[in-house]
């Protein structure tokens, strides 16, 4: 895989502008931080998020791939506010199940997400090298 940065771009902070490769696609759907039964076991906004991306990880081995192979991943957050506070724990969450920052990445706040207690849900794209 090959991130992409244009001539004369600052190098983003935590995030690839872009990301090229060739394989086999793995896609996971939007996790949310319930656990493996549905049940919410945190209303922290970092909780929640640790298990949503441990979800994405489970997911993932699944289909045969692991958090290198990650090239897009998006984040859907109740709470822009929520998400920048806890923005430490999520950083040290992402750096011990992700680890890569080589991902092209993005954060939308919503209105709600379909589970209430949900706060964040993240879904992701990973590309297995052939």
């Known amino acids: 895989m090959q991130v ?4 004369g771009w600052p190098r983003p902070k935590g995030y690839a502008n872009g990301v090229t490769g060739k394989g086999r696609m793995v896609f996971v759907a939007g996790m949310i931080g319930w656990d493996a039964q549905g049940v919410f076991q945190t209303d922290d906004f970092a909780g929640q998020a640790r298990q949503a991306l441990q979800h994405v990880v489970d997911v993932l081995k699944e289909g045969g791939a ?6 897009r991943m998006t984040w859907y957050v ?5 998400y920048l506070a806890a923005s430490r724990d999520i ?5 011990e199940l992700i680890g ?7 954060a939308v706040e919503v209105s709600a997400l379909i589970e209430d207690r949900a706060k964040v849900e993240i879904e992701v794209t990973a590309l297995v090298p052939e």
């Open 4 to 7: 992409l940065l244009p001539p």
């Open 91 to 95: 950083g040290q969450a992402f750096r």
């Open 100 to 106: 890569n920052f080589n991902i092209a990445m993005t």
């Open 78 to 82: 109740t709470s822009k506010k929520e």
């Open 66 to 71: 692991t958090p290198q192979h990650i090239v």
